[in-house]
């Protein structure tokens, strides 16, 4: 778009527009979001204390009150103004690196000056180093209650938006939104009162109690917070039950001949999920449930069977997974169950050539192909269902919400108001806190039994500087008859270079084991490539794979039974514990080398530790959890504002729990409050729930 030219005609934004525009960066558009951006913390400014006394004070930060001495711009070792305060009691520097001239001016001698900072010691003694200060006169009457510090986005002062948080706070209705008995069951503050005490609490309100949000005022918020996020998780799940769903009801013999084909009976946690995935389907509004079970815990298997069912009730089913190899091998495993059993399977990826494309779309949209699987490929335009029923999405997680609602979209198109039943996959456990909070709309299905005859894995740390022993080791096991992975160490500032990594790794170690053969994947390869090395792996003609972390999700050689990662100690824990998953498939024992270059951060040795104590995937999530918080956890994007600004979920966990009864009973009894409730607290930022 061109740019307009400012011309007389079209007036410059004015102040106020330009202020608006920045506030509404922020997410604040409305005068009640104004009043619920609440401080961060507090400065205390409604003490002074004497010059010498501050001087005692080095570390914390301190208000002080006297008449400049001194001003003047010095210029070594580097510019600066430099501004010597005096009370009765001694005196202070106050030095500036950034400075306008205008302020040396302010700054004459004998003017009366208010300063705020931290107090450290100087070569000159006591200093401040750009402290807030103003230009006061004598006998200026001091705040009475703490100044509030609030979160600021670019170019808003903190006095811009007291004055607008101040000013929408006389304008809003403050009613409350929970009636007095609620409140006083659940011993909860008033609204308003606590709204008012956060932006202006008075001195004698405990600091500590404000500043780690134990305060009751604090509590009230977080409840009012979390109430809104139940409500809202609630009503979208509501809404999609009022939408219908084609009911796949039949399990007919599609699903029983397949069983029966299996080189394997389902465990009882299969078996289990399975009724409960199949209970849902029979159902006329969509099932939207998470399929949770560890790596290797065999989730494929549920999901075709669960497809089975779809196609045995004349509808199409689609499996879309995060990665071409992962998508690849879905399709020639299940292919491989199904179209003995006469069904047509698609296949359908980014990577196909046009001509390709239009064939498998083709299949898809006359119905020929009972089911789909790909990659998001099968969301982008173009492709059309006959009539689909079900979508499973594997390794949900590593997919955006835009594609997930995408994908369950699909269904809209065809038939009015229905749309497809959802099953997702995971083998990143959601917490119970999460998964009560986020995924509130998802009903969950764990398997929490491995097959049979699986060696659990061995996992020990080693020192980098002792690869040699690694590589004999390695050296060992093909001579066994086993395969190996060998991952190549995280490079994030570069791909690049990670690309580089992976082949130089490649080549010493091809050097390195002259007799064995060492094949390489990455993620810059064409998808034939990959497929070409990963078919090679499979059939043992590869017998060390040099991979990036390519490999990380699904892929699945149970005769690899050795894992070695490279500077394990870049990788996050739930990345490694899903490499590591790459192994103890079959039924020998397991290795999982971790190398470390030393020496360990914190975070890192409580990382390495964790995989070495444990294999349990929930254990991992939970300690996941504990090292990073719930932020990464969802994937700061995919939560959007959803995240919660003001609760913790794992201190504020009893909270969660009254607020989800509250939501359940306000849902029945008062919808007008729940009405109330959630247009203050999410105005019209509810979609970002729905997802
Ligand atoms: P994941 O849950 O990580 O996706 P997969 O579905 O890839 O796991 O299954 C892992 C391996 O276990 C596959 O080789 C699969 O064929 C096998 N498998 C699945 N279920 C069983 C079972 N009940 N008994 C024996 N092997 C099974
Ligand atoms: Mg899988």
């Known amino acids: 778009m061109p740019v307009a030219k400012r011309t007389s005609a079209a007036p410059a934004k004015s102040k106020a527009e330009i202020a608006r525009t920045k506030l509404a960066r922020m997410g604040l558009r409305t005068d009640m979001d104004l009043v619920l951006h609440l401080p961060l913390r507090y400065e205390d400014e409604t003490q002074i204390v004497p010059i010498r006394e501050a001087g005692f004070m080095a570390g914390s930060p301190a208000q002080v009150e006297g008449i400049v001495a001194t001003s003047e711009v010095q210029y070594r070792p580097r510019r600066q103004m430099v501004v010597t305060l005096r009370d009765d009691s001694g005196e202070l520097v106050m030095r500036f690196l950034n400075f306008y001239g205008s302020q040396l001016k302010q700054l004459e001698p004998g003017t009366r000056v208010r300063a705020r900072g931290e107090v450290r010691h100087g070569f000159f003694g ?14 200026a009457p001091l705040p009475q209650s703490l100044t509030p510090v609030y979160p600021a986005g670019e170019g808003l002062s903190q006095a811009y938006l007291r004055t607008a948080i101040n000013n929408a706070m006389s304008r809003v209705d403050w009613r409350d939104t929970l009636p007095p008995p609620m409140l006083q069951a659940l011993r909860l503050q008033p ?6 005490l956060l932006h202006n609490p008075p001195p004698d309100v405990s600091e500590a109690a404000l500043m780690d949000r134990s305060h009751p005022a604090w509590t009230r918020m977080k409840f009012d917070e979390l109430l809104a996020q139940q409500l809202s998780l609630k009503r979208a799940q509501a809404a999609r039950r009022a939408k219908g769903a084609t009911p796949l009801g039949v399990t007919g013999a599609l699903s029983r001949d397949f069983l029966a084909q299996l080189p394997f009976a389902l465990t009882g946690a299969q078996q289990r999920v399975l009724e409960e995935i199949r209970a849902d389907l029979r159902q006329p509004y969509p099932m939207q449930r998470l399929l949770q079970g560890d790596v290797g815990s065999g989730k494929t298997v549920v999901a075709a069977l669960a497809a089975a069912q779809a196609i045995d009730s004349g509808c199409q089913a689609a499996l879309m997974a995060p990665t071409e190899i992962l998508a690849e091998q879905h399709f020639r495993k299940i292919a491989q169950w199904m179209e003995p059993l006469g069904v047509r399977v698609a ?14 779309q083709a299949l898809v949209e006359s119905g020929e192909a009972r089911l789909v699987i790909g990659t998001h490929a099968l969301i982008q335009e173009g492709v059309e269902f006959d009539r689909l029923g079900l979508v499973i999405v594997d390794e949900q997680h590593r997919f955006g919400v835009g594609q997930r609602l995408a994908l369950r979209n699909k269904g809209l198109e065809q038939a009015a108001q229905t749309v497809p039943h959802q099953l997702m996959m995971s083998a990143t456990p959601i917490p119970r806190t999460l998964a009560m909070t986020y995924y509130a709309d998802l009903e969950v299905s764990v398997i929490d039994e491995l097959p049979p005859g699986r060696t659990p894995i061995v996992t020990r740390t080693i020192d980098q500087n002792r690869r040699e022993q690694v590589i004999e080791r390695v050296h060992a096991a093909v001579l066994e008859g086993r395969q190996a992975y060998w991952v190549c160490p995280l490079i994030e500032e ?13 080549a010493a170690l091809q050097e390195a084991l002259p ?24 059939r043992n003609d590869i017998h060390v794979l040099v991979a990036t972390t390519v490999i990380e999700v699904g892929v699945d050689v149970p005769n690899a039974s050795l894992m070695v990662i490279e500077h394990a100690e870049r990788f996050g824990l739930s990345q490694l514990h899903q490499l590591r998953g790459r192994v103890g498939r079959g039924s020998a024992a397991s290795v999982c080398l971790l190398l470390y270059q030393s020496p360990l951060g914190m975070t890192a ?15 991992i999530a939970r300690r996941d959890l504990e090292i990073r918080g719930p932020g990464e956890f969802l994937g700061a994007r995919q939560s959007g504002q959803a995240m919660l600004r003001f609760a913790d979920l794992e201190t504020d966990q009893w909270l969660v729990d009254q607020a989800r009864d509250v939501a359940q009973k306000l ?13 203050r607290w999410l105005g019209g930022r509810e979609e970002f729930l729905k997802a």
């Open 515 to 538: 007799d064995l053969r060492v094949g390489l994947v990455h993620g810059r390869m064409k998808p034939a490539e990959k497929q070409l090395v990963m078919d090679g792996f499979i």
């Open 191 to 196: 609204f308003e009162a606590s709204v008012r």
């Open 126 to 139: 006591a200093e401040m180093v750009h402290p807030t200060y103003k230009v006061v006169n004598e006998g």
């Open 494 to 506: 570069s791909e690049a270079l990670q690309l580089q990594t992976a082949t130089d790794t490649h």
């Open 347 to 360: 296949w359908l990826t980014g990577s196909l050539k046009k001509k390709e494309k239009e064939a498998a």
């Open 605 to 619: 040795k409580q990382r390495l530790m964790t995989m070495r104590e444990t294999t349990d995937g929930f254990e």
């Open 667 to 679: 849902l029945h009894e008062a919808p007008a409050i729940v009405d109330a409730h959630l247009a």
